[in-house]
């Protein structure tokens, strides 16, 4: 069971001396935000009441009221033996559709509606894609002799994505890369390897719902944890490595989805030691690492991880265009090997004339992303402009990258929001897809990869539906279930 030491819980709940009301309340309130924002994990043991009241100077009866608040609300429960541990009403916990055992997400309209999608971050296609297409039908005579077949990837481009990550400054050869169906398709060919049920898998949280979905669908269980605002909980990493001896783990450092976070050198160094010591094997997810908005790309976290222990994805997808379906797996050759056996199992490699044309565009990448690059920085910044115009209460760090705002709503309606917004045209992602257990219903992710045009007008319609949620009061936002 995960724990948290008094002194730990103190420092998450920080000063809370400017709120009102009595200072139980005050106490229990911020726990309870902490459960709700996901950054006290669900089935956490909280420290005994003696001990928090010594770590937060506060009196053992004001600890004893907040936890009996806390029970009555449904964010905490105690069982004789095994202390009080964190939980959400039933109403919230119900509504976790992003869990691990919730409904596959898709945010597309099912229905074929044309609902205005904030719920999928994924820009259109740059003109060089369709130049690469051709080029690409230009190359396919020499290979229409051949069989077709290529379970690893076509040559090229397996030298193409390991002449990019060299560049980046992990040395890379051809024969480490595997090329997939895209970086989804690459993680669940490791879970395939590595998991089975009951497998723990360490995950961020929040973390990318789709990561979630194939964690639970391996019958393995998402070990979440937290991401503090500004960056990576390294003490959290390594006590949950302690404590759970996860089977696997699943990082974004690079503009994580869907916080934005990037993580800095010292970061990455330290989390490296810390998976590296443990020998946990690390999926790296780098989906959005060449979409860097304000710097320069980063280098991979991988850098500081063994090869044998580190599957490193990546993707075309975001940084050209899903329609590729192109991604890739890289690590030691041996565990290459064992990727692609699993893959055989499945299906036999990916379209030659795509990965003709992905093989293209990565050699070329250096000319296509610049003015990419530029467009969506020109996006999140009109999107924070108009945030900051119609929804002055709405809070939201400017990412380094990516391709979306993970905006904290102020009030736990996010569900509430989804469901009004449909109402108004607009197809949204409650904050709970991305989290462990139903948490993150404060929060909300509004992609930037519309033109700034429709980005402006999504947000005077957002306005208008999140005035018809807050304007109910605070308790009408347990409707969870209407968006499960
Ligand atoms: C972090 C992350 N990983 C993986 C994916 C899936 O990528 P692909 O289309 O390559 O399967 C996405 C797409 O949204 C993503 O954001």
Redesign the pocket.
Known sequence: MRTVTGPQLAALIGDRSDAGGPAYARVAAAIRLLVLDGRLPLETRLPGERELAAALGVSRTTVTAAYDELRGGGYAVSRRGSGTRTALPPSRANGSAGGATGPTWTPWAADGSDLLDLA???PEAPADVRRAYDAALEQLPRHLPGSGYHLFGLPELRTAVADRLTARGLPTLPEQVLVT?????A?TLVLQLVTGPGDRVLVEQPT?P??LDAIGRHGATAVPVPLADDGWDLAAVAAAVRQTAPRLAYL?PDFH?PTGLLAADAERRELGAVLTRSRTLTVV?E??VELALDGPVPPPLATYLPDDLTVT?G????TLW?GL?I?WARAGTALIRRLAAVRASVEMGSPVVEQLAVAELIRGLDATLPPRRAELRTRRDALVAALAERLPSWRARVPAGGLVLWCDLGAPVSSRLVVAAERHGIRLAAGPRFGVDGAFERRLRLPYTHPVDVLGSAVDTLEQAFRTVTADGPAAADTVDAVA
């Open positions: 999928h971050a994924a169906s895209g970086a989804q398709h993680f990318y789709n990561a974004m989805n997810d989906t959005l994805v993707s075309a997808s975001k899903g379906r991604g």
